[in-house]
């Protein structure tokens, strides 16, 4: 296995690349998070009361030194998702291997978070399909979740194109103990 937190590898196809988020992606990202149409579709379960709506430039660059420090903890990884065709960030991957007492002890968790315009069923798709084959060697686990509200049709639609299932499984939070809902699964083939 690949230790993710000493090199961070960086994945692409045609139209699309991930590499580690960088300090100079915050302009970009500044689009994404301060996008309130894509608010809604941000996981922002268990994290400590943020809900990742970053409306300033600064507020971008504090969030972006917290995902920095993150990856140096070994706490999670956060790849910006490079649309190739304009050379601008437009969202983030985020993954981690979670701990836990409950249903989803060492399984990747994975947060996706793309700008409104790009909320759409054939770019989410073509995200997970280029992310997640990978991520099972670079975080050691078996299985894969995902946040879907039920409001968000595209990423359902994604996300059941890709494989993944519907859980009725709760994932508790570590800091809050609140059960939280609507998460999907996806299981490495054998």
């Given at each position: 296995?690949?230790?993710?937190?000493?090199h961070?590898p960086?994945?692409?196809n045609?139209?699309?690349?991930?590499?580690?988020?960088?300090?100079?992606?915050?302009?970009?990202?500044?689009?994404?998070?301060?996008?309130?149409?894509?608010?809604?579709?941000?996981?922002?379960?268990?994290?400590?009361?943020?809900?990742?709506?970053y409306?300033?430039?600064?507020?971008?660059?504090?969030a972006?030194d917290?995902?920095?420090?993150?990856?140096?903890?070994?706490w999670?990884?956060?790849w910006?998702?490079?649309?190739?065709t304009?050379?601008q960030a437009?969202?983030?991957?985020?993954?981690?291997?979670?701990?836990?007492d409950?249903?989803?002890?060492?399984?990747?968790?994975?947060?996706?978070?793309?700008?409104?315009?790009?909320?759409?069923?054939?770019?989410?798709?073509?995200?997970?399909?280029?992310?997640?084959?990978?991520?099972y060697?670079?975080?050691?686990?078996?299985?894969?979740?995902?946040?879907?509200?039920?409001?968000?049709?595209?990423?359902?639609?994604?996300?059941?194109?890709?494989?993944f299932?519907?859980?009725?499984?709760?994932?508790?939070?570590?800091y809050?103990?609140?059960?939280?809902?609507n998460y999907?699964?996806i299981?490495?083939?054998?």
């Amino acid at each position: 296995m690949t230790n993710v937190y000493s090199h961070c590898p960086e994945m692409e196809n045609d139209r699309f690349r991930l590499r580690p988020v960088r300090k100079k992606d915050a302009e970009d990202l500044l689009k994404v998070y301060s996008d309130r149409n894509a608010l809604p579709f941000f996981n922002s379960d268990n994290c400590h009361g943020d809900n990742f709506y970053y409306p300033t430039l600064e507020r971008m660059e504090q969030a972006i030194d917290f995902w920095l420090s993150s990856y140096e903890n070994g706490w999670f990884v956060r790849w910006s998702v490079i649309d190739k065709t304009i050379s601008q960030a437009i969202g983030t991957i985020e993954v981690f291997r979670r701990q836990a007492d409950d249903d989803f002890n060492d399984v990747g968790v994975l947060r996706l978070d793309v700008r409104s315009d790009y909320e759409r069923a054939e770019i989410l798709e073509e995200l997970l399909r280029l992310f997640v084959p990978q991520a099972y060697e670079l975080f050691g686990c078996r299985e894969i979740i995902t946040k879907v509200p039920l409001y968000a049709l595209e990423r359902l639609q994604a996300a059941q194109r890709a494989g993944f299932e519907k859980s009725e499984s709760l994932l508790i939070g570590t800091y809050d103990h609140y059960p939280y809902n609507n998460y999907w699964m996806i299981r490495k083939s054998r």
